[in-house]
């Protein structure tokens, strides 16, 4: 049900839609504008400008759409759109207010016995694709953009408003690929077997990726192709990690106990849709989810080594997770000596002798330099051969341990 609400929020958007009959896809209304049920297809024939098309005869019928029709009757009784009259392709070119020029087609297209849903709005190529009653794909583009969505026992979601999406859903996978720069382009990609993957690129600055399954994978890239961030997992916590070109690449162990929750649609649009909520004729159904945030993600490492620059680094932000959980608990037993300037532990050897002050109740990293800087341009991190580490590093509260 959460697939078929976020495409219909692509579709309440166009406005002027009207609940549909049972069975049967929702019908906008507009010259030019076609649309298809599962196992029918409809092109449109402009005077002038190529066609577009809605392609659904390699798909069949949902059941899983006549159940959830009849799950939202009993719990969103008020619900504008029912899942049936989702489960089809709607193609909405650009074109003249009478539908007889296509200035940019639109291609929408279905396939599988899943659930699906494909709607390229104002131009754009989206395909959806499912099989099996358990599995669910949905595709939504927009503004020209490329949707693709696949899925085999799972729920895909691709979004390309101007760019690339593409979502591929492996058995007990949830994967959602977030392509909006809206102009200049760009795409995102993610893969998820067993869990959740997410990529996400948009216009409001919002550049994620998120691993968290069994396997997953997720990119994001600019409009040249140049990666802009990636990840991969293996057994949840096992992952692989990089900020995007020319920054490093981290093999990390995760910290199962540090997790954080993200909008799959950037945290920068949901914080946008939240605020908007007053003022959106949107369904608050579509609200909350467009401005939730559910995305599981793993906030720091236990351990991550890089191999970049030609000798490895190790970092873990195991000390600094550990210190904040403590210190939090201690709050009660704060003194007026604990109230003053924060107190550090720090050592190097640079051929002088050590130095050391009080403790501070939040450890601060211990800092070993065969010659680096100490002060000002020092390291935030330990770093045993005198290396420069957290650049680039994809890690969460700090980084306590570097070797490099």
Same mark, same amino acid.
């Given at each position: 049900? %959460?697939?078929?609400?976020?495409? &219909? ?16 896809? #929702? ?17 449109? !024939? *402009? $005077? ?23 799950? $939202?009757? @009993? ?33 929408? %297209? #279905? ?59 492996? *058995? ?8 909006? *720069? ?9 893969? &998820? ?30 409009? !040249? ?9 293996? $057994? ?11 920054? *490093? ?8 106990? !540090? ?7 950037? /945290? ?26 559910? @995305? ?8 991550? #080594?890089?191999? +970049? ?40 050897? +640079? ?6 002050? %009080? ?13 680096? /800087? ?13 290396? !420069? ?16």
């Amino acid at each position: 049900m %959460t697939l078929a609400a976020t495409s &219909a929020s692509a579709a309440l958007l166009m406005g002027g839609i009207t609940a549909p009959p049972a069975n049967a896809v #929702i019908d906008i209304g507009l010259p030019g504008v076609v649309s298809c049920d599962p196992g029918k297809s409809e092109s449109s !024939d *402009p $005077l002038l400008g190529p066609e577009s098309k809605a392609d659904c005869t390699d798909a069949q019928t949902s059941v899983i759409a006549t159940i959830g029709d009849a799950i $939202l009757g @009993v719990v969103l009784p008020d619900f504008p759109l029912g899942l049936s009259s989702l489960n089809g392709a709607i193609a909405v070119p650009v074109q003249d207010p009478l539908g007889a020029v296509t200035l940019v087609p639109a291609f929408a %297209t #279905i396939s599988g016995t899943g659930y699906n849903t494909a709607l390229a709005i104002l131009g754009g190529n989206a395909t959806a694709s499912s099989d099996y009653f358990a599995s669910g794909a949905i595709a939504i583009a927009a503004l020209d953009g490329t949707a693709n969505a696949d899925a085999l026992f799972g729920g895909a979601l691709a979004l390309g408003v101007a760019g690339t999406a593409t979502a591929q859903a492996l *058995p007990l996978g949830i994967a959602i690929a977030n392509a909006m *720069p809206i102009i200049g382009g760009g795409s995102a990609d993610a893969t &998820a077997l067993g869990g959740i993957a997410t990529a996400t690129t948009t216009i409001f600055g919002d550049r994620d990726v998120v691993c968290t399954a069994l396997y997953g994978t997720a990119s994001i890239a600019d409009e !040249d192709g140049k990666s802009q961030g990636s990840c991969t997992s293996v $057994l949840f916590i096992f992952q692989q990690n990089s900020a995007g070109e020319g920054e *490093p690449t981290w093999y990390a162990i995760k910290n199962p106990f !540090d997790v954080g929750l993200m909008s799959p649609f950037g /945290d920068n649009f949901a914080d946008l849709m939240a605020g908007l909520g007053g003022v959106l004729p949107l369904p608050p159904e579509l609200i909350d989810l467009m401005a939730g945030k559910f @995305v599981p993600q793993f906030q720091s490492d236990l351990v991550r #080594i890089s191999f +970049d620059g030609g000798s490895p680094k190790v970092e873990s932000d195991l000390p600094d997770f550990l210190g904040g959980l403590f210190g939090q608990n201690d709050t009660s037993a704060t003194t007026n000596a604990s109230a003053t300037a924060p107190e550090t532990l720090s050592a190097q050897v +640079d051929g002088a002798p050590a130095t050391a002050s %009080t403790v501070e109740s939040t450890p601060e990293p211990v800092v070993i330099d065969d010659g680096g /800087d100490s002060g000002a341009n020092a390291p935030a991190a330990v770093d045993l051969l005198g290396g !420069d580490s957290g650049a680039g590093s994809p890690g969460g509260t700090g980084d306590l341990l570097s070797i490099g």
